[in-house]
């Protein structure tokens, strides 16, 4: 069984925060990630970059956190990017056809770059 | 794991709580079942993906998120072609399997895209109302030449 927290690594640059979750993000720990990211998006970055190298998993719910960060962003006029995703995580944005909604780069650097 | 020799048939069933924080435990399962029978990584991760989220739909609306039980039945087969197939059942809420679909994907919104997965990776996916109650659902994928390719370009377009 999994019932270890998911780890989160927060980082602010500048006007930039980058997350960096630590594990794979499906139903058990969604509601940590989403609690994590909701002070953050109230704070209102110029950019909110979310670092999926550490992150070999994700389901829908893992999505959908990611889609209501995106969605308030957007409200906010503010930009939310996507980086280094792993194959597995980079499998499900495709399949639920997601790689055009969201910002994705390849590496923190560019995302902190762009 | 050792490796199976061709043509060798596996079966196993495993009946557990549909918490969470067993679903790893079954994907882990699950991508081990489908490597052994010749699928890919990739793709073996996809099957276990689709698993996941079957798992995830029965403990959310089936359940309601209170405590259940799952059966799953899992038969892969190398020969003549590497294919597994796998069934749920469970004791929860009956659904109506008209409403079971994948809804509009252009309509950018968080959740109610399981559905969408499971279908997508998976070649059957049908889900019937058990005779006692409850409901099962039976999905199977078959390896082509192709088939490992396929969601390798699925990812990319």
Redesign the interface.
């Given at each position: 069984?999994?019932?270890t927290s998911l780890q989160i690594n927060i980082e602010t640059i500048g006007e930039t925060i980058v997350v960096t979750p630590n594990g794979?993000i499906?139903?058990?720990k969604s509601t940590e990630l989403r609690a994590k990211l909701q002070p953050l998006l109230s704070q209102q970055p110029e950019k909110l970059i979310v670092d999926l190298k550490a992150v070999p998993?994700m389901?829908?719910?893992g999505?959908?956190?990611l889609?209501?960060a995106l969605?308030i962003t957007r409200q906010q006029g503010k930009t939310f990017v996507l980086c280094d995703l792993s194959?597995?995580v980079?499998?499900?944005i495709?399949?639920?056809?997601?790689d055009a909604?969201f910002d994705i780069v390849s590496s923190r650097d560019e995302a902190l770059a762009n | 794991m050792q490796k199976d020799t061709p043509n060798q048939y596996t079966e196993f069933t495993i009946d557990f709580p549909t918490s969470p924080t067993w679903f790893k435990s079954i994907r882990m399962l699950i991508v081990a079942a489908c490597t052994q029978c010749g699928f890919t990584d990739r793709v073996a991760g996809q099957v276990a993906m689709a698993v996941d989220e079957a798992l995830c739909n029965i403990h959310r609306h089936g359940y309601q998120g209170e405590y259940g039980r799952a059966t799953l039945t899992v038969k892969t087969t190398i020969s003549p072609k590497s294919s597994i197939q796998i069934q749920i059942e469970d004791d929860a809420q009956q659904m109506d399997t008209e409403l079971i679909k994948s809804r509009n994907l252009d309509d950018v919104r968080p959740g109610g895209i399981g559905v969408h997965l499971i279908q997508t990776v998976m070649d059957e996916a049908l889900w019937t109302k058990r005779e006692h109650g409850g409901m099962k659902l039976t999905m199977h994928k078959t390896i082509t030449p192709e088939t490992n390719q396929l969601h390798t370009e699925t990812s990319t377009q």
């Open positions: 069984m999994s019932d794979d499906d139903l058990s998993y389901d829908s719910s999505l959908a956190t889609i209501e969605q194959e597995g980079q499998s499900i495709a399949l639920s056809r997601l909604i | -």
